[in-house]
């Protein structure tokens, strides 16, 4: 198979955990070809730029990008254009990921380490679908400027009504291969955009008969992921509303360390990375997950290249690993075999 995938390790836990993700890629003998490159911090060290054009041009070569993490205390105060963070909606942009795929699945072994109690989290199986490239992180005008004598921050929320039927029709898609049920997220009672949102959504409904359609304002979500989660099986909402909700049904897992995303394109081109950021705190010391990016692989496996079997070869890998009882520090409980970065890779590997 003659694909190319570009690998951007970024900052942090970055490389450490994207170079478990390369090894399991590899030891599948697929025939990849992968070449790596600079993003966030990293980039923003070596050029001064967090989406350097060299960067740019690989991820436009090709056909799918696995990442890292980006970002850190180290780069909070430059220049708001030089944030490693500018380097990932950068490549969101430019290479129009406009769906994101969160799916949060709780693992049966690690029921326990969910912060809720088991009953209810036990089963768990989600997918937020989040629309990526609009919404208020990307509006016009923006800013921060003085007017009548004190500074003045300002940000646009907009969204058009075929950037909501577009990943409308993602989402009803991918509830038509679950269990046949979407719930759309707005805040319709107060900002217009989302009564937009709502109505589109309606109007897509009778496209997709089989699938039950219902909506639930962000506030009212919020609280139903922590009180009864298993009510949802896909949930579609905006770029910011999505940001916050597909983290907080992180946590119903056990760890946001566990989490793998996938944002694609109309063609299914996409960026495959780990939910969680890229945790300076733990950086180099060969302790952080790597799960969630050898899960990510597995999902650029199916989403972008349709190699279902050898996407659920990594997946059922990952659960063999976990029936062993192998964690890193952050799903550990007493009695567990607590490994590192590497060793939780090699468990991976001979499960394979």
Not at 33 to 61: C, F, I, N
Not at 191 to 207: K, S, Y
Not at 308 to 326: F, H, M, P
Request: net charge negative; with cysteine; aromatic share 6%.
């Amino acid at each position: 198979m003659s694909k190319k995938i570009c690998i951007l390790p970024g900052d942090g836990i970055g490389p450490e955990i994207t170079a478990e993700a390369v090894r399991v890629l590899q030891a599948l003998e697929l025939g990849f070809e992968m070449e790596s490159a600079l993003l966030g911090g990293a980039a923003v060290d070596a050029t001064g730029d967090p989406y350097p054009e060299a960067t740019r041009k690989l991820a436009q070569e090709a056909d799918a990008v696995l990442l890292g993490a980006v970002g850190g205390p180290k780069w909070d105060n430059f220049p708001r254009e030089q944030r490693p963070e500018r380097g990932l909606l950068g490549i969101r942009k430019h290479l129009n990921l406009f769906a994101n795929l969160r799916p949060a699945v709780l693992y049966p072994e690690l029921a326990n380490a969910s912060t809720l109690k088991p009953e209810v989290v036990s089963g768990l199986d989600i997918l937020i679908v989040r629309e990526l490239t609009g919404d208020i992180y990307f509006g016009q005008p923006r800013g921060i400027e003085v007017r009548n004598g004190e500074r003045f921050g300002f940000n646009t929320m907009h969204y058009t009504e075929s950037e909501i039927r577009r990943i409308g029709r993602v989402a009803f898609g991918a509830a038509r291969k679950r269990s046949k049920k979407v719930c759309s997220v707005d805040k319709m009672n107060v900002l217009e955009t989302t009564q937009l949102w709502r109505d589109v959504m309606n109007e897509l409904a009778p496209e997709y008969p089989e699938v039950e359609l219902s909506h639930m304002l962000v506030d009212n979500a919020a609280m139903q992921l922590v009180r009864a989660p298993r009510q949802f099986d896909v949930v579609v909402t905006g770029n910011m509303f999505g940001d916050i909700l597909s983290d907080e049904a992180s946590m119903l897992t056990g760890s946001i360390g566990m989490l793998p995303s996938a944002s694609l394109d109309a063609h299914n081109k996409g960026l495959y990375e780990p939910s969680h950021g890229s945790a300076p705190d733990i950086a180099g010391q060969g302790v952080a997950n790597p799960l969630a990016t050898i899960l990510s692989a597995a999902m650029l496996l199916r989403y972008t290249f349709s190699l279902e079997e050898a996407a659920r070869r990594i997946e059922d890998a990952v659960r063999k690993v976990l029936a062993q009882g192998y964690r890193t520090g952050d799903i550990y409980h007493a009695g567990d075999k607590k490994v590192g970065t590497r060793e939780m890779g090699d468990a991976v590997l001979a499960a394979l």
